[in-house]
């Protein structure tokens, strides 16, 4: 179970990264972006601090170390508060924490004893004074005491607490990784009957005509037809895209459409200064536009069967 947990953090720090998610849902709220990834990492290292607990040597019935109770009340609190606030980035941030406690059965004792212990002990709600039983204590049970102003003695459970915890973990997480994908989901239904392959099929028909401009007097006129029709193929592509992705294109189609912009401006320059006939460079760059667009066919094929899963 407590692998569970660190995978399901692992998990979802890739998730929360996935463009249809980041650049929907992060980018346009950078402080819940960061309020998201943090609240995952102190959801780990917290989970680690709980491992590191559970592996420590038990104390014995002659031992006593209140720090290992200190900082496994403080983690287990920690946790839950990180847990909410993740919970409140990605699904629903509206929801009040105790709410948000009702909502997964969490068994609320184990935050108390925390602040009872560990939050104010000697002014706890202006009225209530607790302190930790003297003599020897195990790891996994004490006993506490206080003043509310009667007194009460409370017997904790650590071993349940973990337990009691770790299921309430692994619920909360599943169910905001479980909300990343199902907007995920969404994002992909929107454009998953338009295949990006048959819009590149527009720029390929017209490298045949730019090459005319090129080599073939008696149709040289073609090539500004070519270059036209490429320019607005891409541009299709290009709007398709940023629809898709928010305006923040993957690395590898951002190099394509910088590297085709900048051949389909020398193209037009050499077209109006008629230069394009029996120009070796305007060959040249027709070869590497050539391969730029087989480039982005299989990265717009890669996006098609990723949008149709």
Known sequence: MMNAITDLCNTLNRTIHEPLYHNFYNIPNELKYNQTFTSIDLIEDSQIAIEEFESAKSL???????LLIYGLLQSL??????????????????????????????????????NDIAG?????????????????????????????PEFRKVEVDL?????KQSEFTINVLQTVLDKILKKIEMKKDEHKNKALKEMIVGADRNIQLIYRGIRDTDRNFQGEWGISGVK???????IELNIRYNNNLPSGIS???????????????????????????????????????????????????????
């Not at 014995?60 to 209140?66: A, E, P, Y």
């Not at 071993?159 to 337990?163: G, V």
């Not at 230069?275 to 040249?284: P, R």
Request: contains cysteine.
């Open 255 to 309: 190099e394509v459409f910088r590297l085709t912009d900048y051949i389909i401006a020398r193209f037009n320059e050499w077209w109006t200064e008629n230069n394009l006939l029996e120009n070796n460079d305007a060959e040249i760059f027709l070869d590497s536009l050539g391969k730029q667009l087989d480039e982005l066919k299989e990265m717009l094929i890669e996006i098609d069967e990723e949008f149709n899963k």
């Open 232 to 238: 607005n193929a891409l541009d299709e592509i290009r």
């Open 77 to 114: 609190f920690l946790q839950q508060d990180g847990l909410y606030h993740l919970y409140k980035c990605v699904v629903d941030e509206n929801i009040k924490q105790t709410d948000f406690f009702d909502t997964f059965s969490f068994d609320k004792n184990i935050r108390e004893v925390r």
């Open 60 to 66: 014995g019935k002659q031992g006593r170390s209140t």
């Open 120 to 148: 104010h002990p000697t002014n706890r709600k202006n009225i209530e004074f607790y302190f930790i039983a003297k003599g020897p204590i195990s790891k996994d049970r004490f006993t506490y005491a206080g003043y509310t």
């Open 159 to 163: 071993k349940t607490f973990i337990s």
